[in-house]
C-alpha cells in the first residue's frame, strides 16, 4: 500500500514500543520543541507545520500522549475537499484556548469548527453524559454527540445512523485511546469504556464505506524516567503497545480488503 505510518516524537513514549517494526514507518523527532505539551503557541505550531510538510505520502500518524492532540488540526488543515471529522473521544476538545495565540489539546477542535472551512460535519464517539454542556452553541448542528452509554446500549444502530448521515464522500478518523476501558489502554486522563473491539468494528465500517484522508491516533501513557520500571508503567506500555498494534493492523488489513477506497491522498494538499 502507498499509505504510510508516521510516528511524532514529542517526548519518547514510541521508543517504549515495537507495533510499528513491522513495516515502513516515519520517524519525526520533535524532541527538541519546547512548550508544546498540552498547550502550543501558534507561532510553534508553524514550526510544526513546516516539518510535517516532508511526510505528506503518510497517511496513519501516531501523535503521542494525548498532549499533543492539537495536532490532528494541523493534519486536517491539509485536507483540500469538504469532509466530515469522525472524533474517538472521551472528551470533547471544544474548550476555548487560553489566548486567541495558542492552541491546546484540550481547545484544537473548537480552532477546527472556527477555521477550517471544509470541515462540514464532526461526530463526536465515546464521550461522557456531561459532553453537551462543552458544545458551544454556534455549532449544535454541526457536531453530533454519541456517549459512551448510548455506544454501549445501540453501537450497531448508530453506526449505520452515522454511515447513512455522513454529508461528505471523505472523513477523516481521529483515535484518542483515552476512549478506551482501562483494560485495552491506559493514558494518563480519564477514560471511557468502550472497548477496543468495539472501536475497531466501528473505525473498519467507516473505512469500509467512505472515503479516507487521514488517521491519527493518540492517546500514550505519560513519560517520565524516574518510573520507567514501575509496574504501573511497564503496564502501561505493554497495553498500549498492543492497542496501537491492532488498531493498526486493523486499518491496514481493512483497507486491503477494500481496493476500490484506498487511504486517498488525492483528498490532500500536495
Known sequence: MKSIVSLLDFDGAYKRQSFYHEGSYNWIDFNVMQNVSLFC??????????????????????????????????????????????????????????????????????????????????????????????????????????TEQSLHTNLAAIMKAIIKNIPTKTIYISIDKDVLDMEDALTGWDQGTLRLNQLMKLVTELIACKEIAGVDICGEYPVNPTKDFLLETTNAVYKNNQANSYILKQIYERMSETASNPLSKDSMKV
Not at 489566548?99 to 472556527?114: N, Q
Open 41 to 146: 503557541e501558534k507561532s510553534t505550531l508553524l514550526n510544526i507545520a513546516d516539518k510535517l510538510n516532508d511526510y505528506q505520502e503518510s497517511s496513519v500518524y501516531y501523535l503521542g500522549s494525548g498532549n499533543y492532540h492539537y495536532i490532528s488540526y494541523l493534519l486536517q488543515s491539509k485536507i483540500c475537499q469538504p469532509y466530515t471529522l469522525i472524533l474517538f473521544d472521551h472528551h470533547t476538545d471544544t474548550l476555548p484556548a487560553p489566548s486567541p495565540d495558542m492552541i491546546s489539546c484540550g481547545s484544537w477542535l473548537l480552532e477546527s469548527l472556527k477555521t477550517l472551512p471544509l470541515l462540514k460535519k464532526v461526530y463526536i464517539l465515546g464521550v461522557s453524559e456531561e459532553a453537551y454542556q462543552h458544545i458551544p452553541n454556534a455549532f449544535d448542528e454541526k457536531v453530533i454527540i454519541y
